[in-house]
């Protein structure tokens, strides 16, 4: 038995420490926002965050995750930059159909929480490992400057 800390609550898993996080977050508890995409870490669908560093989750083994702080796209609802990042996606007609948004939004949200007056390039270098098989790049980028505007003004 394993404890993770998740979202803010304490969870009792009991999975084999190589099982993916992915795995243990949709399967184990319930929590679907986060996707499966490549299964190599290689199209940031199933992206969250460990201690604040958004990680790959289908390659990222429960017991990395085991003792850390680990936050979902669930978990932004309550975050200030998460609500004035989700606000731009919608603002901005960001979602296609949807399925890597909450990888995009997630890795949006880390690179402002790094870096909350990114240049164009900063954005597209911070985004560039994330895949959207519908090609909404443009509306992504145009939303990540948009929340960039509305954390300077200090919304």
């Not at 909450?102 to 880390?110: C, P, R």
């Not at 909350?116 to 443009?138: F, K, Q, V």
């Not at 992504?140 to 300077?152: P, V």
Request: contains cysteine; proline residues 5%.
């Amino acid at each position: 038995m394993t404890q993770l800390q998740i979202n803010g609550q304490t969870k009792d898993i009991d999975v084999p420490d190589d099982t993916p996080l992915l795995w243990v977050l949709r399967d184990e508890l319930g929590l679907t926002g986060t996707k499966y995409g490549c299964g190599l870490a290689l199209c940031g669908a199933c992206t969250a965050f460990v201690d604040g560093q958004p990680v790959r989750t289908c390659v990222t083994p429960m017991a990395y995750a085991a003792g850390r702080n680990v936050a979902t796209i669930e978990r932004l609802e309550t975050d200030p930059v998460g609500t004035i990042v989700q606000q731009a996606w919608v603002e901005n007609n960001v979602a296609q159909c949807g399925y890597c948004q909450a990888g995009q939004i997630m890795s949006a949200v880390s690179l402002l929480k790094t870096t909350p007056a990114p240049s164009d390039d900063e954005i597209r270098s911070a985004m560039n490992a994330n895949i959207c098989r519908c090609g909404t790049y443009p509306r992504i980028h145009k939303a990540i400057r948009q929340a960039a505007d509305t954390l300077a003004k200090g919304a």
